[in-house]
């Protein structure tokens, strides 16, 4: 069933003696605002995230397919995509299926571009989902996904820790040797000992009926919200949890109410002055009073 209304949300969720989101420019350090000492999420790491889960939660469903995976060759998966639905972009004579001759050998043009496109959306959560630019190689077009996330950014300023660890194995012979066989190697870990991160996001009704996402793909994205950490687990990550996910459902597709202030009604604060090491030095407070008229709350955990 196509969506009809526009949906905004928050989300919290922490982390306790890990390393949320390193940065590769930074010797994989937690990110951080340099400014305020807050912690950053990037919006991709929580994609990944999400589309790990539907990958798990979903194998082998149809519809259900990720294209954003780990070591995928993108051109190689519209090309096949396109021998699916018959479209053969090396056949002979070189014309394309709206009858025009076709300029660039392997390469969609015209209203090809369209059905691949489609094709992909259908076959793809995350293409319908998020978007995809698919302008390289075969060419299926560029997508504007309905569901966008902001970066996350910690309630307070975070504290990252760097700890010495070693290995007592080795890899080689050569290696084992030059350690006169004492087989201990030095490495460093980061982690944050605790912090509570808030993240927003929106999903639009317009761009959902451009790409085919459903009323079904939006409960998947909110189950995939609450529960994309508990198939994430990693001796780096430390203990991440979803915490709280706020909906704010509009009547209209255009929304009855500007995302901003919405938002302003779910407030973060700290029980004390002390550091906090758990969920439970913070107290979750929402305001769901005088709501603008078409607006619902829906509080999902």
């Known amino acids: ?14 982390v306790q003696d890990g390393n949320p989101n390193g940065d590769p420019d930074a010797g994989n350090l937690p990110r951080i605002d340099p400014e305020t000492g807050h912690g950053l999420v990037t919006d991709v790491c929580l994609k990944r995230k999400i589309r790990n889960y539907v990958g798990f939660a979903k194998a082998g469903a149809p519809g259900f397919d990720i294209f954003i995976r ?4 993108l051109n190689q998966t519209m090309e096949e995509e396109y021998k699916h639905i018959g479209i053969d972009l090396d056949a002979v004579p070189k014309r394309r299926t709206d009858g025009a001759k076709r300029k660039d050998k392997g390469k969609a043009q015209g ?6 496109r489609a094709a992909m959306c259908a076959r793809y959560f995350d293409v319908r989902t998020f978007g995809a630019v698919m302008s390289t190689g075969p060419n299926a077009g560029q997508v504007r996904g309905p569901a966008q996330l902001t970066f996350s950014r910690s309630i307070d300023p975070i504290v990252t820790l760097e700890h010495s660890i070693t290995r007592v194995a080795v890899a080689t012979e050569e290696e084992s040797e030059k350690q006169g066989g004492g087989n201990r190697t030095m490495g460093r870990k980061n982690t944050v000992p605790y912090g509570l991160y808030r993240a927003h996001g929106f999903v639009s009704p317009a761009f959902a009926a451009q790409t085919g996402f459903s009323q079904a793909d939006l409960d998947l994205l909110w189950q995939a919200l609450q529960n994309m950490f508990e198939l994430d687990r990693s001796a780096a990550r430390g203990l991440m949890t ?3 996910l706020v909906v ?6 255009l929304g009855n109410a500007r995302a901003a ?11 004390s002055e002390e550091a906090p090491r ?4 913070y107290v979750i407070t929402l305001n769901d009073a005088d709501l603008p008229a078409g607006v619902e709350i829906q509080r999902l955990l």
């Not at 780990?70 to 060759?73: C, H, T």
């Not at 704010?248 to 597709?253: C, G, I, N």
């Not at 758990?278 to 030095?281: H, I, Q, R, T």
């Open 1 to 14: 069933m196509p969506m009809s209304e526009r949906y905004d949300f928050v989300l919290l969720f922490d």
């Open 70 to 73: 780990e070591k995928a060759i």
């Open 111 to 116: 209203s090809e571009v369209a059905d691949g």
């Open 242 to 244: 979803s915490r709280a």
């Open 248 to 253: 704010f459902r509009h009547e209209s597709s």
């Open 261 to 271: 202030e919405l938002f302003e009604r779910v407030t973060a604060r700290r029980r």
């Open 278 to 281: 758990s969920y439970s030095n």
